[in-house]
């Protein structure tokens, strides 16, 4: 946590920032200013020189496959990011920002990019978009069930780097093994828009109280959330064939 307020950097909106991945900045914002600390927005557009490494979190959501290429060519310059992964600093990448701190990703003309490494995962194209909510049980303590929507035409493979967010319970995930999003030390990825914080807010604590280096507060949840959440999480057995 940098002096009194945490700075919450946006990276790339400009490039990465389909299906509101954007409101989850505004998220971590609000359960920050609940709890009576301060924050700062910081928002890094590809127009920049490089990504800062002072933040205390890092946001990444997802965009089409020209915007994914620009972005880790952006993200490789100056380093920065990457030195605060090193650091422990959380990242949470969306969709088209998990394929970006992969390893690899395959756009739609054939052709194969690296990416940043951050997280062992390579992403092939799939035979069909995965298209509808996603519910997966989540690997974290205390995180339990999450909720989001996928949009999406890969399809990731986890390296032994890495482990799934969750077990996948409805919906497609990553395609493979039962696996949904990619968790690396303290960068987590999800194929989960909604935005994912504002469907999860116990994912949000996470994150900030990783940033902040120490447990916070609980906050009590609206009844209507509760009852939307129980709503999306009642399906906890997914029909097999």
């Not at 609940?34 to 490089?50: K, M, N, P």
């Not at 990019?113 to 509808?132: F, K, M, S, Y």
């Not at 909604?194 to 990783?210: I, Q, S, T, Y």
């Amino acid at each position: 946590m940098t002096g009194e307020r945490v700075r919450i950097a946006l990276v790339l909106p400009d490039l990465l920032g389909t299906y509101g991945d954007r409101g989850n900045a505004i998220v971590l914002a609000q359960r920050l200013r609940w709890r009576g600390i301060g924050s700062e927005l910081v928002t890094v557009l590809s127009s920049d020189d490089a990504v800062p490494e002072d933040c205390d979190l890092y946001l990444i959501g997802g965009g089409e496959d020209v915007a994914q290429v620009a972005a880790v060519r952006f993200l490789r310059r100056g380093g920065g990011l990457a030195r605060a992964v090193q650091h422990g600093v959380p990242v949470l990448g969306i969709c088209g920002g998990l394929q970006v701190l992969g390893t690899s990703f395959v756009t739609g003309d054939g052709q194969r990019h690296e990416g940043l490494g951050l997280v062992d995962a390579t992403t092939e194209p799939g035979r069909g978009r995965a298209i509808g909510e996603v519910t997966t049980q989540s690997t974290l303590g205390g995180v339990g069930m999450l909720t989001g929507f996928e949009n999406h035409l890969g399809r990731t493979t986890l390296g032994p780097g890495s482990h799934a967010l969750g077990r996948v319970v409805r919906g497609t995930g990553n395609g493979h093994d039962e696996a949904e999003g990619a968790v690396t030390g303290h960068v987590i990825c999800t194929y989960m828009h909604g935005p994912v914080l504002a469907r999860n807010p116990k994912l949000a604590d996470l994150l900030l109280e990783w940033a902040i280096g120490e447990p916070l507060a609980p906050l009590p949840d609206p009844p209507e959330l509760k009852a939307l959440r129980t709503e999306r999480t009642r399906v906890h057995v997914r029909n097999r064939k």
